[in-house]
């Protein structure tokens, strides 16, 4: 019997989805190092599955859209409990939601419009997803009570912040090109 390895991609990605409420049980358990290793094996998928995919080719579908939603909800849900639980400052993470905000909103209104949404993530995206969760990290070492974490996590913070509104611009602007293109296409169509 042959392995399909071309679904592994998936695999990992849908382990990083099923990480997510195991992630939120332990952080309101308070069992943070727990929390904190779900945490890092669910982020390492989240490198792996990108890796696997575009080395050996195995994209799919089904992984241009679970990708981001698995991403969406480890670092949205994960931020939020840390932030009601005190341990996450709330304008990082108003930032944050205005950009998933609008990136979904987008998206949507992207499939509804043209029928499919067909943009591939961006590398400021990619880096945006990177510093959230090296940020969501520092921040579960320090409340696990490693010290001195206190300039690196305002630092990713701010590093954060930054990606988080240049990644929605770049974002923003491409779909507007997309849009345009295709919003111009279907003119001369009806010509």
């Not at 997510?20 to 308070?30: D, K």
């Not at 108003?94 to 609008?102: E, S």
């Not at 520092?138 to 240049?166: F, H, N, P, Q």
Request: charged share 15%; with cysteine.
């Amino acid at each position: 019997m042959r392995i399909p390895w071309r679904f592994l991609p998936n695999l990992l990605t849908s382990v990083r989805l099923v990480l997510v409420p195991f992630i939120i049980v332990a952080l309101f358990s308070t069992e943070y190092l727990s929390a904190l290793i779900y945490f890092v094996i669910a982020s390492v998928t989240d490198g792996m599955d990108g890796f696997l995919a575009r080395r050996y080719g195995w994209k799919s579908r089904l992984g241009s859209v679970l990708d981001p939603i698995s991403d969406l909800c480890l670092l949205v849900s994960s931020a939020v409990v840390l932030w009601l639980m005190g341990h996450f400052a709330g304008w990082c993470l108003l930032v944050i939601l205005v950009r998933d905000g609008v990136i979904l909103l987008g998206a949507i209104l992207f499939r509804i419009v043209f029928g499919y949404l067909d943009i591939d993530p961006l590398r400021s995206g990619k880096w945006c997803a990177v510093s959230q969760m090296l940020l969501v990290g520092v921040i579960l070492l320090e409340v696990i009570g490693v010290e001195r974490l206190e300039w690196i996590k305002a630092s990713l913070m701010w590093a954060t912040v930054i990606l988080c509104v240049v990644s929605g611009w770049f974002y923003l602007v491409v779909w507007g090109r997309k849009w345009r293109a295709l919003e111009r296409e279907r003119q001369l169509a009806d010509r």
